[in-house]
């Protein structure tokens, strides 16, 4: 009842635009959306973009301050974005030091999420490969931020909308290979998985360490927590099993991570193109 409510009064307002850092994924988006629900917001008057990193809020303005702190928990930053310019680029990345330090960001991921793509060829792993694509998929979110700094809604858009089909179709490469993995199972080298997961562990812990200096606030360091905790999961995954694999002797403790982090990835990947989708929409 109280949604319907909700709803209705909502029916003559226009839309509040915010640009929302230290999002990472799809994930992060419905965790602000849950958020603003949970301060009263109907489902339909809050939108949280995966591609473009905006929340689209539809609600009175002497409610907002209220819907502000609801979200603000999440540890997420909100800038409101005012009038109906165009996404103005953030101030945070013109700073020369800013940029360098995602540049390191971006480099670490894709390039340890490459040399354990291969490692997880040569290991014969699918968890790791599908570890793999998560550093690689970081890393080209990333570097999208940092091409499309000062770009319209549109273009942000389109590069995100090309970005998830890209990431989408490497996804299915890997579900495709567990898949046939599980036909023909052979079982992986435990010791070189485990290894892998352990050295991604510490990667995810240097990525991070050149992007603390611009984080300011409680907020800002609980995205950075955020952000580091949800990779780290995937990287704990990979190690607990290679132990399971060298306990057991099976491959399946292996399949059943490769499984779940592309599955998990793969979503992200939807949710990005879906969003870019409605991204172009609106801003056509």
Same mark, same amino acid.
């Given at each position: 009842?109280?949604?319907? *409510?909700?709803? #209705?009064?909502?029916?003559?307002?226009? %839309?509040?635009?915010?640009?929302?850092?230290?999002?990472?994924?799809?994930?992060?988006?419905?965790?602000? *959306?849950?958020?603003?629900?949970?301060?009263?917001?109907? %489902?339909?008057?809050?939108?949280?973009?995966?591609?473009?990193?905006? =929340?689209?809020?539809?609600? %009175? *303005?002497?409610?907002?301050?209220?819907? *502000?702190?609801?979200?603000?928990?999440?540890?997420?930053?909100?800038?409101?974005?005012?009038?109906?310019?165009?996404?103005?680029?953030? %101030?945070?990345?013109?700073?020369?030091?800013?940029?360098?330090?995602?540049?390191?960001?971006?480099?670490?991921?894709?390039?340890?999420?490459?040399?354990?793509?291969?490692?997880?060829?040569?290991?014969?792993?699918?968890?790791?490969?599908?570890?793999?694509?998560?550093?690689?998929?970081?890393?080209?979110?990333?570097?999208?931020?940092?091409?499309?700094?000062?770009?319209?809604?549109?273009?942000?858009?389109?590069?995100?909308?090309?970005?998830?089909?890209?990431?989408?179709?490497?996804?299915? #490469?890997?579900?495709?290979?567990?898949?046939?993995?599980?036909?023909?199972?052979?079982?992986?080298?435990?010791?070189? =998985?485990?290894?892998? #997961?352990?050295?991604?562990?510490?990667?995810?812990?240097?990525?991070?360490?050149?992007?603390?200096?611009?984080?300011?606030?409680?907020?800002?360091?609980?995205?950075?927590?955020?952000?580091?905790?949800?990779?780290?999961?995937?990287?704990?995954?990979?190690?607990?099993?290679?132990?399971?694999? /060298?306990?057991?002797?099976?491959?399946?403790?292996?399949?059943?991570?490769?499984?779940?982090?592309?599955?998990?990835?793969?979503?992200?990947?939807?949710?990005?193109?879906?969003?870019?989708?409605?991204?172009?929409? /609106?801003?056509?």
């Amino acid at each position: 009842m109280a949604n319907t *409510e909700n709803a #209705g009064s909502t029916a003559d307002v226009p %839309p509040v635009r915010y640009r929302v850092s230290g999002m990472d994924c799809a994930k992060d988006a419905a965790q602000i *959306e849950r958020a603003a629900q949970a301060a009263g917001v109907a %489902p339909g008057d809050v939108k949280v973009s995966a591609a473009t990193h905006i =929340m689209t809020l539809t609600a %009175p *303005e002497v409610r907002l301050p209220d819907i *502000e702190k609801a979200v603000a928990v999440t540890g997420y930053g909100f800038d409101r974005i005012e009038g109906d310019e165009d996404i103005p680029p953030n %101030p945070a990345h013109q700073d020369p030091a800013y940029r360098r330090a995602l540049w390191i960001v971006v480099i670490l991921n894709v390039g340890y999420g490459v040399l354990e793509m291969i490692g997880g060829f040569i290991s014969g792993s699918q968890a790791v490969k599908a570890d793999a694509l998560d550093f690689i998929g970081d890393g080209a979110i990333t570097f999208l931020g940092l091409l499309a700094i000062g770009w319209s809604l549109a273009w942000r858009a389109r590069s995100a909308l090309i970005q998830g089909i890209f990431l989408g179709l490497l996804g299915l #490469g890997v579900l495709g290979t567990t898949i046939v993995r599980v036909f023909e199972q052979t079982t992986p080298d435990a010791g070189l =998985m485990g290894l892998l #997961g352990m050295i991604a562990l510490v990667v995810n812990v240097v990525s991070v360490l050149p992007l603390l200096p611009f984080r300011k606030g409680d907020a800002n360091m609980r995205a950075v927590w955020l952000f580091s905790r949800n990779d780290a999961i995937g990287n704990a995954a990979v190690v607990i099993a290679a132990g399971l694999v /060298a306990w057991l002797g099976s491959a399946w403790p292996d399949l059943i991570v490769a499984f779940g982090i592309a599955g998990l990835f793969l979503h992200s990947s939807w949710a990005i193109i879906r969003d870019a989708r409605a991204d172009l929409k /609106a801003a056509a």
